[in-house]
């Protein structure tokens, strides 16, 4: 299966998301915020990244950005947004991905939009100089 990265601050969630991804086959790591999830991104394979929009520190929109502007090859890797706030298309717009899932979503509705972005690998192509992470979301 998939490398994936998980980032996202609330604890239940991530437990969650880690549990169920690794029943489906798939290696899964974790971090709790955009700073966390970029020292993941320098220390391991990454196939894919669920992204949360709302953290303390980075948000996930400032954390895409990061990767973008560093340019090191971690730019190409598919973003799947994750959010319960309402304007998560316009965010994922901003960002430039296909992929975003709301929360509370089902397992099969998060897994199809894993397994689509794994299958596309759209890479994000953002549209804004540097992400609103408050607008909207």
Do not use: W
């Amino acid at each position: 299966m998939a490398d994936l990265l998980i980032v996202d601050d609330d604890e239940d969630i991530l437990e969650a998301l880690a549990e169920l991804l690794a029943s489906e086959g798939h290696h899964v790591c974790v971090a709790h915020d955009g700073i966390e999830g970029l020292k993941c991104l320098d220390a391991e394979h990454v196939d894919l990244i669920l992204l949360d929009v709302e953290m303390p520190r980075l948000t996930g929109p400032e954390m895409a950005y990061e990767i973008f502007v560093r340019d090191a090859g971690n730019e190409r890797i598919p973003i799947v947004l994750l959010s319960g706030k309402l304007g998560l298309d316009s965010v994922a717009k901003a960002i430039g991905t296909p992929y975003f899932v709301p929360k509370p979503s089902s397992a099969d509705q998060l897994c199809a939009s894993i397994e689509r972005a794994l299958t596309e690998r759209t890479p994000p192509h953002p549209s804004l100089p540097a992400p609103d992470a408050h607008a909207g979301a």
